[in-house]
Nanobody, 123 residues
Framework: EVQLVESGGGLVQPGGSLRLSCAAS????????MSWVRQAPGKGLERVST????????NYADSVKGRFTISRDNRKNTLYLQMNTLTPKDTAVYYC????????????????WGQGTQVTVSS
C-alpha cells in the first residue's frame, strides 16, 4: 500500500523558513518522480515543484522560484521542500504527490497524494 506522510508544517512569520518532509512507503521510491502541490484557502491545487526520480532534474512554479528548494533522499525514501522567505501568499496545505509512472518526468501525472501539512505564514 502506497503511503505518503508529510510533516514539518506550522505557523511561521513572514520572511521565515520551514522544511517539509514526506516519508514514502509501499513503492520503489527511487524510480518515481515526486512533486509538492499546495492548496491555499478557497483556491485550487497548485503544483509547487517536481523532482525527477534521480533528483538530478527539478522545476518550480514561478511563484516560488528562488525561494523554495525540492530535494530527495532515495536511501531514506523521503522527499523534502525547503521553503525560505515565506510570505502570507504561501499559506496553504502542502501535499506530496507520487508520479503515476516510473522514470517519467514532466508529465505531471500523479496517482497518490499524502494527507497534507498546513503551512501558515502570518505575523
Amino acid at each position: 500500500e502506497v503511503q505518503l506522510v508529510e510533516s514539518g508544517g506550522g505557523l511561521v512569520q513572514p520572511g521565515g523558513s520551514l522544511r517539509l518532509s514526506c516519508a514514502a512507503s509501499g513503492f520503489t521510491f527511487s524510480t518515481y518522480a515526486m512533486s509538492w502541490v499546495r492548496q491555499a484557502p478557497g483556491k485550487g491545487l497548485e503544483r509547487v515543484s517536481t523532482i525527477s526520480n534521480s533528483g538530478l532534474r527539478t522545476n518550480y512554479a514561478d511563484s516560488v522560484k528562488g525561494r523554495f528548494t525540492i530535494s530527495r533522499d532515495n536511501r531514506k525514501n523521503t522527499l523534502y521542500l525547503q521553503m525560505n522567505t515565506l510570505t502570507p501568499k504561501d499559506t496553504a496545505v502542502y501535499y506530496c504527490a507520487k508520479y503515476s509512472n516510473p522514470y517519467n518526468y514532466g508529465t505531471y501525472e500523479h496517482d497518490y497524494w499524502g494527507q497534507g501539512t498546513q503551512v501558515t505564514v502570518s505575523s
